[in-house]
T-cell receptor, first 114, second 113 residues
Framework: KNEVEQSPQNLTAQEGEFITINCSYS?????LHWLQQHPGGGIVSLFM???GKKKHGRLIATINIQEKHSSLHITASHPRDSAVYIC????????????????FGKGTKLSVKP | DGGITQSPKYLFRKEGQNVTLSCEQN?????MYWYRQDPGQGLRLIYY?????DFQKGDIAEGYSVSREKKESFPLTVTSAQKNPTAFYLC???WGTGNTEAFFGQGTRLTVV
């Protein structure tokens, strides 16, 4: 079982729709990251959060530490939001494993149609 | 502009050849990382470095080598021992722990023929 699970894997939406992408994790974390990867491959960090909720423009990220769950919401979606959204959790560096810093989900591919 | 730069964007090599991927950052970050991305899989950690002249193996270090002679630079060498080197490689940097924002390069797509 993957330590970070995202759903859905693929999502197609019409422009203007409200979008939710979910991330569940099974390990202890110090922070959770939401990343955006465009078709060219480069990755941009959207949010880093360890509790509560953060908002940036049309993007909102929430996390529930007790339930080990985070959501990324996009309001009034637009075709330029089309990308792969990746959830990554930060594990304590000296936890004894070799994973170092971040454990990544497989990503959610979002396509927003005009 | 501060940022992290990977080069080249696309790289082709013949099987059996070593190849080195470049990663440079001018963000003054202590920590740097190399990840590999394959279709349908999450990014996997190859190597990371928390400080100059020190680096640690990640989950899939076999067939790879790195160096960290300068704070700004963390090159990755894909050796001929790597059984399946064709992949997308991403470099990242951060202040030092997972509690800080990570900055990613644009990636290098390596194709071995």
């Amino acid at each position: 079982k993957n330590e970070v699970e995202q759903s859905p894997q693929n999502l197609t939406a019409q422009e203007g729709e409200f979008i939710t992408i979910n991330c569940s994790y099974s390990v202890g974390i110090s922070a959770l990251h939401w990343l955006q990867q465009h078709p060219g491959g480069g990755i941009v960090s959207l949010f880093m959060l360890s509790s509560g909720k953060k908002k940036h423009g049309r993007l909102i990220a929430t996390i529930n530490i007790q339930e080990k769950h985070s959501s990324l919401h996009i309001t009034a979606s637009h075709p330029r939001d089309s990308a792969v959204y990746i959830c990554a959790v930060a594990t304590p560096l000296f936890s004894g494993g070799s994973q170092g810093n971040l454990i990544f989900g497989k990503g959610t591919k979002l396509s927003v149609k005009p | 502009d501060g940022g992290i730069t990977q080069s080249p964007k696309y790289l082709f090599r013949k099987e059996g050849q070593n190849v080195t991927l470049s990663c440079e950052q001018n963000l003054n970050h202590d920590a740097m990382y190399w990840y590999r991305q394959d279709p349908g899989q999450g990014l996997r950690l190859i190597y990371y470095s928390q400080i100059v002249n020190d680096f640690q193996k990640g989950d899939i270090a076999e067939g790879y080598s790195v160096s960290r002679e300068k704070k700004e630079s963390f090159p990755l060498t894909v050796t001929s021992a790597q059984k399946n080197p064709t992949a997308f490689y991403l470099c990242a940097s951060s202040w030092g722990t997972g509690n800080t924002e990570a900055f990613f390069g644009q990636g290098t797509r390596l194709t071995v023929v």
